[in-house]
């Protein structure tokens, strides 16, 4: 009896505490406010990349490169004229058309067209990536995501090309880079469209979802008519797949500036969200909803950590 009990006491294991993580450390004063700055990437690329690329364009009219937007009048050839110097062109040829890629072939505006590009490429896949993370953060974790942030870096990847290889001196990579970029970006702002429309919780948000969408479609008809117009050869569908790639760039580059409504909310974690394995995006921080560094997790969830 004595050594029946004495077995059952030894054979007993005591149950060990739930494994959980310390409790989450508050962050620095100074991090709430630095993360509130990243609301100004999206206007920042916006206003560098329209103002810069205007620029550009008034440097390589005045320097003769291109014809202004306004000339609808194409010749099939024209001799040098003293006279307009200082001014923009009176005679322009197909060679002339104020195409943006045309804008910055030539120094000195090549130089700035190749730093907006670089520059540009750079905060596109920044951007991209905040966002990506922000919605794992909200644990809206879907192909669909996955596939806005591939399309957002291949559009970044497509502007280093377009901007470090112009047109008239490589043609063919030129082009393919325009391809990527142009392609990928439509394809950008459709899926994140779509992820605005049916993530939106507050009128403000529905309002934001119905502006990228006017903003979306905007891009596709542009887009669709440059070319269209692009491929054929009389002078006025040329200067029409012009403006076309002008109304087209700009608004993307509008559609970009519409993220500094959800990069006010960016925070350490949204980091985070974005950096961290697919299991580790699982566990929450006691008391939040959002995905923390000090992980409240079960031991199987740690064992796979």
């Known amino acids: 009896m004595v050594l029946a009990k004495y077995l059952k006491v030894a054979g007993s294991t005591p149950s060990s505490p739930p494994t959980s993580c310390p409790p989450p450390t508050p962050p620095p ?6 993360m509130t700055a990243w609301i100004l990437l999206p206007v920042s690329l916006s206003a560098f990349s329209i103002t810069g690329l205007w620029t550009v364009y008034a440097m390589a009219v005045m320097n003769h490169h291109v014809c202004p937007v306004e000339n609808w009048s194409y010749n099939e050839s024209c001799s040098p004229d003293p006279t307009e110097q200082g001014g923009p062109k009176t005679c322009c040829t197909l060679d002339d058309v104020p195409l943006i890629s045309k804008c910055g072939t030539y120094p000195p505006e090549s130089c700035l067209f190749s730093l907006i590009g670089n520059v540009g490429a750079f905060m596109v896949a920044l951007i991209c990536l905040l966002r990506y993370g922000q919605l794992l953060e909200q644990s809206r974790h879907s192909w669909v995501n996955t596939t806005t942030l591939i399309t957002g870096c291949t559009n970044a990847a497509g502007l280093v090309v377009v901007g470090n290889f112009q047109v008239d001196h490589a043609k063919s990579l030129h082009y393919v880079g325009t391809g990527v970029a142009f392609t990928a970006g439509l394809l950008f702002v459709c899926l994140h469209c ?112």
């Not at 004063?29 to 630095?34: A, G």
């Not at 119905?210 to 891009?219: D, G, N, P, Q, W």
């Not at 008809?221 to 040329?238: A, R, Y």
């Not at 559609?255 to 980091?271: D, K, N, Q, R």
């Open 29 to 34: 004063p100074w991090l709430p406010s630095l």
């Open 194 to 305: 779509a992820l605005s429309y049916h993530g939106a919780a507050a009128p403000h948000d529905l309002a934001v979802a119905y502006l990228r969408i006017v903003l979306a479609a905007i891009a596709f008809v542009s887009l669709i008519l440059s070319g269209v117009f692009f491929i054929h050869e009389s002078s006025q569908l040329q200067h029409g797949a012009a403006l076309c790639e002008w109304v087209f760039v700009i608004d993307i580059l509008i559609f970009y500036g519409t993220f500094s409504y959800e990069f006010g909310a960016v925070s350490s974690e949204t980091l985070v969200a974005t950096l961290q394995p697919a299991p580790g995006r699982a566990c929450k921080s006691s008391g939040s909803s959002s995905t923390s560094t000090h992980l409240n997790c079960a031991p199987e969830s740690v064992a796979m950590i």
